[in-house]
């Protein structure tokens, strides 16, 4: 199976910051297969970013997914405040979806 | 506008079981694989299940033989029967509509908690 790690665990950043997440995966993920979540306290998970690099519904501009193979990045260019929660890294190969053990930002 | 309500939670023994359903509406249902995705309070996030909507089935191997989800298109509702409930199966469960390899909507959640 495919193990997601991501780093760092938490971010401390400043509004109008760049922020920079990282998900490596034990293995070689197809790219069309990797996604992104955010999730802010007492809510569900919304998507943020699918096919490594596609930004979902309503996402703003400020979000931006890159990467290929084994290692997979989320960039926020300037945080505003409500950006600051828990970000997850997903993947889906041979029948299986495993999710990355998540990234905090949270305000400096 | 997709709306997923998630229902069936509850206290349960070691052991027990229970059934959680998922209502769904705003889209074709039908056309949609489905998934159950789990958060341990305090823990991030575990995939459960997968049904396609032609009914074919995955499983996380943590709960393999013991869960067990399903579909009824005319009602438009998911399900998961859980069975031989265990202390780390406490958690949040979230209904999640699927959208080729990723969760594209997600519902509120239902607590479950395994507690003597």
């Known amino acids: 199976d495919t193990v997601l790690t991501q780093s760092p665990g938490t971010l401390s950043l400043s509004p109008g910051e760049r922020a920079t997440l990282s998900c490596r995966a034990s293995?070689?993920?197809?790219?069309?297969?990797l996604a992104w979540y955010q999730q802010k306290p007492g809510q569900a998970p919304r998507l943020v970013i699918y096919?490594?690099?596609n930004r979902a519904t309503g996402i703003p501009d400020r979000f931006s997914g890159s990467g290929s193979g084994t290692d997979f990045t989320l960039t926020i260019s300037r945080l505003e405040p409500e950006d600051f929660a828990v970000y997850y890294c997903?993947?889906?190969?041979?029948?299986?979806?495993?999710f990355g053990p998540g990234t905090k930002v949270d305000v400096k | 506008e997709v709306q997923l309500v998630e229902s069936g939670g509850g206290l349960v023994q070691p052991g027990g079981s229970l059934r959680l359903s998922c209502a769904a509406s705003g889209f074709i249902f039908s056309s949609y694989s489905m998934n159950w995705v789990r958060q341990a309070p305090g823990k991030g996030l575990e995939w459960v299940s997968y049904i396609s909507g032609m009914k074919s089935t995955y499983y996380a191997d943590s709960v393999k033989g013991r869960f067990t989800i399903s579909r009824d298109n005319a009602k438009n509702s998911l399900y998961l029967q859980i069975n031989s409930l265990r202390d780390d199966d406490t958690a949040l469960y979230y209904c999640?509509?699927?959208?080729?390899?990723?969760?594209?909507?997600w519902g509120q959640g239902t607590l479950v908690t395994v507690s003597s």
């Open positions: 997903q993947q889906y190969g041979n029948s299986l979806f495993t």
């Open positions: 293995q070689s993920v197809d790219s069309s297969y």
């Open positions: 096919g490594a690099s």
């Open positions: 999640a509509r699927g959208s080729m390899s990723y969760f594209d909507f």
